[in-house]
């Protein structure tokens, strides 16, 4: 089992800059690759950054390109993702979320991950 614990939301003006940490406890060995997905109020959870844990290879969702980067620390089995030039649309509750096999379809997608956090809000204000 693995257990997913994000921290670092809160609130912004647009154009600041947030680090969210989703430090991750247990069988960490078995965990392949990382994503941080979030949700909005009244929308669909949307895959935002992923970073397989291994080779340290990430993407990103086209929405968030060029302002947001994910990393881990390994020493530390956390998972950051700096986000910057924030804009009112990445308003939303941002989880992290663990898969341990091979990816099925796209990295987004929801059922190839077996552990999920329970969020930490970011609300960006103009």
């Known amino acids: 089992q693995v257990q997913l614990v994000e921290s670092g939301g809160g609130s912004v003006q647009a154009g600041g800059s947030l680090r969210l940490s989703c430090a991750a406890s247990?069988?960490?060995?078995?965990?392949?690759?990382i994503t941080w997905f979030r949700q909005a109020p009244g929308k669909e959870r949307e895959g935002v950054a992923v970073?397989?844990?291994?080779?340290?290879?990430?993407s990103y969702a086209d929405s968030v390109k060029g302002r947001f980067t994910i990393s881990q620390d390994k020493a530390q089995n956390t998972v950051h993702l700096q986000m910057n030039s924030l804009k009112l649309e990445d308003t939303a509750m941002y989880y992290c979320?663990?898969?341990?096999?091979?990816?099925?379809?796209?990295?987004?997608?929801?059922?190839?991950?077996?552990?999920w956090g329970q969020g930490t809000q970011v609300t960006v204000s103009s």
């Open positions: 979320a663990a898969g341990r096999g091979v990816i099925w379809g796209t990295w987004d997608t929801r059922s190839n991950y077996n552990y």
């Open positions: 247990g069988d960490t060995n078995s965990i392949r690759f």
């Open positions: 970073i397989f844990t291994g080779s340290g290879v990430t």
